[in-house]
């Protein structure tokens, strides 16, 4: 039974949602981010955060995985100025529906002004509104970008252990750790973070507060990134309490924070009926027969193997 606390599902297929809820995975948090095509209007932003809380988590849902999401504006975008500052005027509105788990993700992509007063504000209001936050960290000049993330948060007043600072790798971990935040670790092919290289890791510091997750989007990436991963740990000898708290129980206890998210939305779900429709819109097409099914028992399967 597994989370994956960050996956871009408006860019994965059907297939995805199948293949993740067949590996293990009983829920998923997607981040609001970039979505390659830089939005040009505050509209189409505002459309797309609706439909982070609308029709993705019922598109989830007719797969048996329960679907929660973060909200926030991402740092590439903080720089159109006129586009941040209509979707800011937004976000306090969507941050406050039903299975939001927290702001984010939010941060620095060039580490530009635009970015860091963005990133300020948006602290500000994860405050004001008492959610976690999810910090994405910069690919370039990550470094420094990691360290300053968490400068700023403590700047504004953001207590560490709400705070997820991700897409961590073997330089950022330790300072992270130390300062009491929550590391995230994206298992990404070939940029951010193999999964043996994160065995390793799992190896050295253990697991407490580092959290798994497959951070897959429209790029080159692997939606089953958390199932592939704890069970590579495994198979390399990593305490099954450990790959339990990486993959489920720490991405569990740090969103929960937001009262959203709890163990019993998965342990005791809703019918999948895929009759249902949402919007008048289903996820069937032609004359498929649809899926109607109690989920699986998940509360019986507890040991990851
Ligand atoms: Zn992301």
Not at 31 to 60: I, K, N
Not at 66 to 92: D, Q
Not at 186 to 210: F, Q, W
Request: overall charge negative; hydrophobic content about 40%; proline content about 4%.
């Amino acid at each position: 039974m597994y989370i994956d606390p960050h996956a871009h599902m408006v860019s994965r297929t059907t297939d995805d949602y199948e293949a993740m809820a067949a590996a293990g995975v009983v829920a998923l948090i997607e981040p609001a981010f970039w979505v390659g095509q830089p939005r040009t209007f505050v509209g189409t932003y505002v459309d797309y955060l609706s439909s982070l809380v609308g029709w993705e988590r019922f598109r989830a849902g007719q797969f048996g995985i329960r679907h929660y999401c973060t909200i926030g504006l991402n740092s590439k975008e903080a720089n159109n100025e006129a586009l941040a500052e209509g979707v800011m005027e937004w976000l306090p509105r969507f941050a406050m529906k039903e299975g939001v788990v927290a702001i984010g993700e939010i941060g620095y992509d060039e580490q530009t002004p635009l970015e860091e007063k963005y990133f300020r504000a948006q602290l500000a209001l994860a405050k004001e509104l008492a959610l976690p936050v999810m910090v994405h960290t910069p690919h370039r000049d990550k470094k420094r970008g990691t360290s300053r993330s968490m400068d700023v948060c403590e700047e504004m007043g953001l207590d560490p252990s709400w705070v997820v600072i991700d897409h961590n790798n073997e330089e950022t971990v330790r300072e992270t750790l130390d300062r009491g935040y929550w590391a995230g670790f994206s298992i990404y092919p070939s940029t951010k973070m193999g999964n043996a290289r994160m065995v390793e890791l799992l190896r050295h510091y253990g697991g407490d507060r580092i959290i798994v997750d497959s951070a897959c989007d429209w790029g080159i990436s692997d939606c089953l990134g958390v199932a592939k991963t704890a069970r590579l740990a495994l198979a390399s000898g990593i305490d099954a309490q450990v790959v339990r708290q990486v993959t489920y129980a720490n991405a569990l206890c740090v969103y929960g924070k937001s009262g959203q998210i709890h163990e019993s939305d998965w342990l005791d779900p809703p019918e999948i009926d895929q009759r249902t429709l949402y919007e008048g819109n289903s996820i069937l097409r032609g004359g498929r027969e649809p899926r109607i099914e109690h989920p699986r028992q998940a509360a019986d399967d507890l040991l990851i193997d």
